[in-house]
């Protein structure tokens, strides 16, 4: 991936970063449902989202966004296919501190498969990667198989970039636009395995499940603005 980027002009610039921008980039779909999103939100003040700037104002002070990054890759070990491709990596500063945030778009989407079904048959780089992800949260074996992975590498890679950018915390949030609360529980399974499965069920909260690691890692599940599911 290149690490030269160009300023975006409207949230259609985000669908050339789709892997498969045709079956993305629909309407109701969180793809470009979170481009709208937070294209609007870089109009205003502190220029996050109300309800993401309102999970971090309690941990600092006054958030403000200081990049955000469309589908933005990180490498990871392991197979030709290596890399976590995040909805969105954004920087922000909250008071005195800095936060490296992945953001992960949902509607209807699921979470993608399930650990025990990922590694059916798994390749030897399949493992090594699975086994540098759990080294990268601090778990001493790998997670129960109906974790799902996706929200394994997404946390991972929100650890990792903070690590590379020397930031204060990470954190993984998880932008949902479902009225139901689609794949919640799945959310909550996966904050169980860092002991905060019940503290991650008070809606729109960002919690710090690993507050004794370099950098303290934070979890979190907004309730986006559903007028955005008709752009």
Same mark, same amino acid.
């Given at each position: 991936m290149s690490k030269v980027f160009v300023p975006t002009a409207s949230a259609d610039a985000w669908k050339q970063f789709l892997a498969e921008p045709a079956k993305q980039w629909k309407s109701g779909f969180s793809a470009k449902t979170l481009a709208h999103c937070w294209e609007d939100a870089?109009?205003? &003040?502190?220029?996050? !989202?109300? /309800?993401?700037?309102?999970?971090?104002?309690?941990?600092?002070?006054? !958030?403000?966004? #200081?990049?955000?990054?469309? /589908?933005?890759? =990180?490498?990871?070990?392991?197979?030709?296919?290596?890399?976590?491709? %995040?909805?969105? @990596? *954004?920087l922000a500063r909250?008071?005195?501190?800095? @936060?490296a945030i992945m953001v992960e778009g949902k509607v209807r989407e699921p979470f993608g498969?399930?650990?025990?079904d990922w590694l059916k048959g798994a390749s030897n780089g399949k493992r090594e990667r699975l086994t540098y992800l759990c080294q990268v949260l601090g778990f001493s074996q790998p997670p129960p198989d109906q974790t799902r992975y996706q929200l394994l590498h997404r946390t991972a890679s929100a650890v990792i970039e903070a690590q590379r950018f020397k930031t204060d915390a990470a954190a993984m949030i998880v932008h949902s636009f479902s009225r139901e609360k689609l794949w919640f529980n799945d959310f909550v399974q996966f904050s169980s395995l860092f002991?905060?499965? %019940?503290? =991650?069920?008070?809606?729109?909260? #960002?919690? *710090?499940?690993?507050?004794?690691?370099? &950098?303290?890692l934070f979890l979190g599940w907004a309730s986006g603005d559903y007028s955005y599911l008709e752009n």
């Open positions: 870089a109009k205003q &003040p502190g220029s996050l !989202p109300r /309800e993401i700037a309102a999970m971090l104002l309690p941990h600092g002070g006054d !958030p403000e966004l #200081l990049l955000a990054l469309p /589908e933005y890759k =990180v490498a990871l070990p392991g197979s030709s296919r290596g890399e976590s491709q %995040n909805d969105i @990596f *954004a909250v008071g005195d501190r800095t @936060f498969d399930k650990i025990g002991g905060a499965g %019940n503290e =991650v069920k008070a809606s729109d909260a #960002l919690v *710090a499940v690993r507050s004794n690691g370099k &950098p303290t």
